[in-house]
């Protein structure tokens, strides 16, 4: 079991640069199939295979977009990568005639593409979706693929907390998710409420287990004895993307 304290990153945003790299290689395999196509008339899969390749870009473009929007940038961002992207596949396409198309999920939870939710019950969501659709003709062959891409970090917070005369002290479960596995953090930042003030945790004991799990704890000093303590647990995982969860501990003997 390794201990340790995650400090504060404030790297905040990401960019599509790597998004455009790939994209690059992913033009490199392109010619090559275009000049072995002009030997071996049947191909097909080949389009399929260099199609799929295109997911990691477009995976990456999301997971820009997101960390760009839950570090306080423009909810506008994701479209426009979108066309940013577009326009870097499309008008590098060569030999040849390459289409693509992108269609951010419109259906409750999502508006336009992006979720974030950083509720008061303990968990907090920060997602992108988009639907993707290739066409591709060449001299030989015409294909088509669609498929969607899902980029999600989830915060769940488990609490509570012990008297120890006017301190409160403070123990929580810290579980973050990519996609739904388990995933590791870049840092977190650890706050409670005070009145009406919020104070920022200045050295929480952090175990971290290595499997997304952390166990946390700290002292918190409140006027209220007794009373139920607001936490809040901010995060940036490995992407750069940031989730918030707020949860309320209470008093055990």
């Known amino acids: 079991m390794k201990k340790r304290n995650l400090r504060q990153n404030n790297s905040g945003q ?17 010619i090559y ?25 477009t995976r990456s473009t999301l997971i820009s977009a997101l960390a760009n929007v839950t570090n306080g940038g423009n909810a506008n961002v994701l479209n426009s990568d979108l066309n940013e992207l577009s326009t870097a596949i499309t008008s590098h ?18 508006q336009e593409g992006v979720w974030i939710s950083w509720g008061l019950n303990g968990q907090g969501t920060s997602s992108a979706y988009v639907e993707f659709t290739f066409s591709s003709t060449a001299s030989s062959t015409t294909s088509n693929l669609k498929y969607a891409v899902n980029v999600t970090s989830e915060l769940n917070l488990k ?7 006017t301190l409160k002290q403070t123990n929580l479960t810290v579980n973050l998710l990519n996609e739904g596995k388990p995933a590791l953090a870049q840092s977190y930042i650890f706050s409670f409420e005070n009145s ?58």
């Not at 998004?19 to 033009?27: D, F, G």
């Not at 609490?159 to 005369?165: A, P």
């Open 196 to 253: 009406t003030d919020w104070v920022n945790v200045e050295a929480p004991n952090v175990v971290d287990f290595g499997n997304g799990t952390c166990l946390v704890s700290f002292n918190a000093a409140t006027g209220q004895l007794g009373d139920p303590l607001p936490v809040s647990v901010i995060c940036q995982d490995q992407r750069g993307i940031t989730v918030r969860a707020n949860i309320t501990c209470n008093l055990i003997a």
């Open 14 to 30: 990401v960019i599509i640069i790597t998004a455009l790299l790939v994209v690059t290689l992913l033009l490199s395999t392109a």
């Open 159 to 165: 609490g509570y907390y012990t008297q120890n005369e």
């Open 93 to 110: 396409s060569y030999q040849i005639m390459l289409q693509m198309g992108s269609a951010p999920l419109n259906t409750a939870p999502y």
């Open 33 to 57: 199939i275009i000049e072995t196509e002009k030997e071996v008339p049947v191909v097909g899969t080949n389009q399929i295979s260099l199609f799929t390749g295109y997911e990691q870009s």
